[in-house]
């Protein structure tokens, strides 16, 4: 008789473990993720660092957290600026691709 194998659901959460993954993982997802993605990853790395601590660093409930980054959430511009300030990162511009330099 085969024995059983056991496995365990994947969470990308249980890998972000410094600020340095947490940033390449939503600089990826900014890249070019859509934004059912982009609040997923949001997700994601506050499950990461603990909803609880992320909520109350913005100021909002836990449950309001829950459902701003739930699958039918649509956080506002607001609240994904609260979050990333919560976990110590900002938003950020930079050019898509220097343009070259005429000669």
């Known amino acids: 008789m085969a024995s059983k194998i056991e496995t365990t659901a994947f969470d990308s959460a ?15 997802y900014l890249e070019d993720g859509s ?3 982009i609040r997923a990853a949001l997700d994601t ?5 603990g909803i ?6 913005t100021g ?3 449950a309001g957290l829950y459902k701003a980054l739930g699958e039918s959430g649509n956080p ?6 609260m979050i990333l300030s919560a976990l ?16």
């Open 14 to 28: 249980d890998f972000l473990n410094s600020t340095e993954d947490v940033v390449a993982y939503l600089d990826a």
């Open 35 to 37: 934004p059912e993605e």
């Open 45 to 49: 790395v506050a499950r990461s660092r």
């Open 52 to 57: 609880s601590d992320i909520a109350k660093a």
């Open 60 to 62: 909002m409930s836990r």
């Open 76 to 81: 506002s511009f607001e609240t994904v600026r």
């Open 88 to 103: 110590g990162l900002r938003f950020a511009v930079e050019q898509k691709m220097p343009e070259m330099e005429e000669a």
